[in-house]
Every structure is written in C-alpha cells, then in structure tokens.
C-alpha cells in the first residue's frame, strides 16, 4: 500500500467535458497535478492503473456528519412516536404527519450525546464513508461547539479540532465551516437543546472562530450563518465581516421551510434571502443551502450576487423540504453545487441525478442540465464554494484529487466509454466507486480504504456510541 503522490495511468479519464482515452495523470509532491498525457497507450513504469472512469474528486457541499447516525433509524422512531404499542400497525388508521421538524426532534436527541471523542470516531467513519464514495473534499457546516448546557470546552473549539483530525485520518480534505447559531427563532432565546450550540452573541463566536487552528494542508476554515431565524438581523453584519476579513466562504441554510420564511416576514417584512441581502451577507463567496422556497426577487437577488447555491435532493426529499428552483437560480447567475446533508445516503452521483430527475418530475420535460453540467456542480463549482478553486479538474496545477468509477459493474456494464459522463450520472452509484485519489495519494484502492481498514464496523460502532445517552 502507497500513500506517497504517484503517478496514474486512467483508462479513460473525464477532461475538459469530454472522455479521453488512455490517460497518464502524474501528481507532485505538493500533490498537485503536475502534467497530463492522452493517448498513452502502454502505462509508464511503476504507475498505477485506474480501470474504468475517472472524474475529478467529489465535493461534498454541505455535510453534518453526526446526522449519519439517524440515518434509517429515525424512519422507526417516527413510527413509534407516532403508533404507540398496542394501537396497531404502521398504516392502520390516522398518522400525525411527519415533517422537518419532527425530524428536528430526533436529531437533537443525538446531539445531547455527543463528545469530542465521540464526535471524532463518528467522523471518521463518515468522512471514510465519503471516500469510498469518492469524495476528496467535504465542507462541515459545524454549529455543536460546547457542552450540553452550553459551557465551552477546555479547549473552547474542541469539537471542531475533532472533526479536522477525523478527515485527516480518513483521508481526505475539509472546510470546516464554523456556524453562527444564537437563537431558537428571530431573537428568542435559545431552547435548553440548542444552548450548546451558542456562543452568546456574533462577537463571541467570532473571537472563538478565529481561535480555529488547522494542522496541515487538509484543511480550510470558513464561517455559517446556520439562518436567519438563528441569527438575529443586527449580528448578521459580524458573521459577514469575519468571512470577508478572511476571504473565506460563508454558507447559510435558506428557505429550507415556508415556515422560516413566515415567520421572517412576519418579524422583519422581508423574506431571508432579502434579509441577508440588507445586511451584506450574499456575494460571490456565498452559498446558500437549500434555497427552496423563494420568490422571483429572491431568485434575482441571489443570481445577481453570484451566490453559489447548494443543492441536497436526498435530504430534500426525505425531509419532504420541496424542489428548489435550482434551474432559475442557476439562469439568474448562480453556480450550483451538491451536498449530502443530513446523510440519508452519501451518493454524490445520487445528487447529481436527483437534481434533473426532481425537475423532470416538477416538469414533465427532460434534459434541464447535462450530465456534463451536473458533474460540474459536483466537482469544480463544489470545490470552489468550499474555497478550494484549485480543486475539481484534471488538469496540471490544480490538486491531484481523483475518483474512479468502474465500467463493468451490472449497472455501467455495456455503455460505450464516449459516454462516461452520462453513465456516471444516471446509472452509477457510491457502488461504483473503485479508486478515491486525494492530492497525490491513494486512499481507496479497488474498493476498500487504505486508512480505515473496517469502515462499515467503525459507524456501528461509533453510531452504537452516540444513540447511547
């Protein structure tokens, strides 16, 4: 097993929006890319083979790595909630309906449980899970900062130090996007639940934030206004200001919910996209999460600022959210990119798909993106929302992040390789994903992580750990 950068040999790799055939892909030791061959039919000697398709590496948008621990489990609990024993079975009779915010109820439960440590074997395992998904970069929208109760840590950024050890033991690359999170609604205070998530006020997360150290090159931090409702209009400005100071990327959850914007036009007269636009908050290094539930001004406002916006289909669907009006915002201006969110699967090719299948089925038409399009938003355009613009192509100078998807799978097998893209997107899955390359290094191999050696046994175990009170 090597780690070191090397040079690759791809049967065929995606460059450019088209598929090249026979391609030498050498990486530095700073492990960037340093020069790319076509057309090289015998390997060079001592390089490594990539059968299939390789892509640039994923992006992972947008991530909360301890929802993975609610993943299919909170399908029951919603069940047992809701059909007490003894009442009958699941189907018979009325149901209160299940929503986001009965969703909500459960996640906080998860995390009451979460420590440091267990936060950091959680991750691992998650971020180990993404890179045998084949995502080389994941942005952590990061609020559970203290203890429950809301008493800081020792070490007052304890957990996220947790999470930037997990990925560099999982191998790959992250944003820590350190969220700004003070209040359970427009100025109310936080529930007891919510308390660990609060610094108080926008000053004192700032001066917290800026505390954040980032051990090796794995690793970039950013800042999150987790959204209007949990941050009061009047400390908007702080949260923007410490990301400008910084040039870094600020991300917010927008419109996910009529519901936040009821009540943001209830409290403010505005809708939240024109909240933040009044304080600053949309730009180029913005990206908004979700943007769901907007209006025609909303949508011009947003592509007017160049705000990317990220798009989380499995998340969406599963908490019933909506389809957003991602092809509107995308005309008005706005690079896309693709997360996996609440983790109800980790499929970036999933996302990609869901994207145009949710339009086509809002529409009744097809081919509102190209597959070309799509891998776009989940590759370059991701990466770059997550401040890494020297990420998501192959190409000599930016980083030698790779994801190699098999061609003779039963669901790739039997496409002609010209169209790799379009197979990737609208027949692959994470279960094709052979080989994961993140600058230079070879964390997954034919299927299995270098570094994680039983990655299905340590979410069992850490999952095990914090549903344990």
């Not at 691992?124 to 008493?151: D, K, N, S």
């Not at 799978?409 to 379009?422: I, M, N, Q, Y």
Request: charged share 20%; net charge negative.
């Amino acid at each position: 097993m090597s780690l070191t950068p090397q040079t690759y040999w791809a049967e065929y790799a995606w460059i450019d929006g088209r598929v090249e055939d026979e391609v030498v892909i050498e990486s530095a030791p700073d492990g960037r890319i340093a020069t790319v061959r076509t057309s090289v039919e015998t390997p060079p000697a001592g390089a490594v083979r990539l059968p299939g398709l390789t892509l640039p590496g994923l992006a992972n948008a947008h991530s909360h790595a301890f929802h993975r621990a609610l993943r299919g489990t909170v399908q029951a609990q919603y069940a047992a909630v809701l059909r007490p024993p003894g009442q009958g079975t699941a189907g018979d009779g009325e149901r209160a309906p299940d929503s986001f915010w009965t969703w909500r109820e459960v996640m906080y439960a998860v995390a009451q449980n979460l420590t440091p440590e267990r936060y950091f074997d959680l991750a691992r395992a998650v971020y180990a899970e993404m890179a045998l998904a084949g995502i080389t970069c994941v942005g952590e929208f990061h609020y559970v900062h203290h203890q429950p109760g809301g008493t800081p840590y020792g070490e007052p950024n304890a957990m996220g130090d947790a999470l930037i050890a997990a990925a560099a033991d999982a191998g790959i690359r992250i944003t820590l996007l350190d969220t700004c999170y003070l209040s359970s609604g427009f100025g109310a205070a936080p529930e007891p639940r919510q308390l660990r998530f609060s610094d108080g006020d926008a000053d004192a997360w700032a001066a917290r934030a800026a505390a954040i150290k980032t051990d090796g090159d794995h690793a970039r931090v950013g800042a999150a206004i987790h959204s209007v409702r949990a941050v009061p209009a009047e400390q908007l400005a702080t949260v923007v200001r410490w990301a400008d100071e910084r040039h870094a990327p600020l991300h917010v959850h927008l419109s996910e919910q009529p519901a936040e914007n009821e009540a943001c036009l209830r409290t403010h007269g505005r809708t939240p996209t024109q909240l933040l636009a009044d304080h600053g908050a949309l730009g180029p290094r913005t990206t908004a999460v979700h943007a769901t539930h907007l209006t025609d001004e909303d949508i011009r406002l947003i592509g007017g600022a160049s705000a990317t916006v990220c798009m989380c289909p499995t998340t969406e669907r599963d908490l019933a959210d909506g389809i957003g009006p991602a092809v509107q915002l995308q005309r008005a201006g706005s690079p896309l990119s693709l997360g996996s969110d609440s983790h109800a699967v980790i499929d970036l090719l999933e996302e990609a798909r869901a994207m145009e299948l949710d339009e086509r089925l809002r529409t009744g038409a097809r081919g509102h993106w190209t597959a070309a399009e799509l891998l776009r938003a989940a590759t370059e355009d991701g990466h770059a929302c997550l401040g890494w613009s020297d990420a998501g192509r192959i190409e000599p100078g930016y980083l030698a992040d790779l994801t190699t998807i098999a061609l003779d799978s039963v669901r790739t097998a039997g496409t002609p390789a010209r169209l790799g893209a379009e197979m990737a997107v609208f027949a692959a899955s994470n279960a094709d994903v052979r080989h994961t390359v993140v600058a230079g290094r070879h964390i997954v191999r034919n299927g299995h992580h270098q570094l994680v050696q039983d990655v299905a046994g340590a979410l069992a175990d850490a999952i095990a750990a914090v549903r344990t009170p």
